[in-house]
């Protein structure tokens, strides 16, 4: 945890807002749904990849989850995208844009942006995949 504590003023410097520290240090909708409604697997343009699982029931998003290879910000982007849709109907969770991310968590770096824009895409990949199947 020691190490953790260390992270919060070198993320603060490179302009993460609390809200994305504390999704990067807890981790928040880290992992995989072991039967998920659909999945999607999207790379960004940095190489940071995102695998998002999703549980739809009655076309609303009861579980989110993802993995990912990457950086802080595809960690901060990805916890945030999960904790907006939850609960949302897979219609409104398919007008989520990168910026709609960014505003959720009051800041990322400007290096960062790419990162919501690969959450963004990833949730409309698995979306598309949802209704093709439905």
Not at 16 to 33: F, H, M, P, R, W
Not at 45 to 61: A, H, P, R, S, V
Not at 124 to 130: G, H, I, N, R
Request: aromatic share 6%; with cysteine.
């Amino acid at each position: 945890m020691e190490m953790e504590q260390k992270r919060i003023p070198l993320l603060q410097a490179m302009g993460y807002s609390d809200k994305a520290i504390q999704y990067i240090l807890n981790k928040t909708n880290v992992g995989e749904i072991p039967s998920p409604t659909v999945s999607a697997k999207n790379q960004g343009t940095c190489g940071d990849i995102m695998i998002l699982y999703l549980t739809i029931e009655q076309n609303i998003i009861t579980e989110a989850k993802y993995d990912y290879i990457g950086c802080a910000g595809l960690q901060a982007a990805a916890s945030a995208l999960t904790e907006m849709i939850k609960g949302q109907t897979v219609k409104n969770a398919q007008k989520i844009e990168s910026s709609d991310i960014l505003s959720f968590l009051g800041g990322l770096p400007e290096q960062k942006h790419e990162c919501a824009l690969l959450a963004s895409t990833t949730l409309k990949k698995a979306l598309e995949t949802f209704f093709s199947q439905n």
